[in-house]
Nanobody, 124 residues
Framework: QVQLVESGGGLVQAGGSLRLSCAAS????????MGWFRQDPGKEREFVAA????????DYADSVKGRFTISRDNTKNTMYLQMNSLKPEDTAVYYC?????????????????WGQGTQVIVSS
């Protein structure tokens, strides 16, 4: 079992940057594939990025490719999402998710564990 806690959200102007963190409890963090998703009210949950358990492979949604970077530090049981060149359309609640396995998963239904989310607001 793993528990996830996101942090780092906030209000930023368009063009700015934020770094989200996802802290995981438990001793098996390094065996979990991880992902970031986001959801704006009235919209469906959207895949943002995924990373395998070692961090050697990553995947991004086209909408964030080249602007966002996913990474993890297994010694700290933490995953990160560095978000640069933010746009108003990046405004959403961002969630981290985890599941056992070493693949990259884009479907939210593939994940077993979710955090509570952190709000990101990008003003124009």
């Amino acid at each position: 079992q793993v528990q996830l806690v996101e942090s780092g959200g906030g209000l930023v102007q368009a063009g700015g940057s934020l770094r989200l963190s996802c802290a995981a409890s438990g001793r098996t963090f390094s065996t979990y594939a991880m992902g970031w998703f986001r959801q704006d009210p009235g919209k469906e949950r959207e895949f943002v990025a995924a990373i395998n358990w070692s961090g050697s492979r990553v995947d991004y949604a086209d909408s964030v490719k080249g602007r966002f970077t996913i990474s993890r530090d297994n010694t700290k049981n933490t995953m990160y999402l560095q978000m640069n060149s933010l746009k108003p359309e990046d405004t959403a609640v961002y969630y981290c998710a985890a599941r056992g396995g070493n693949q990259l998963y884009r479907l939210g239904a593939s994940y077993e564990h979710w955090g509570q989310g952190t709000q990101v607001i990008v003003s124009s």
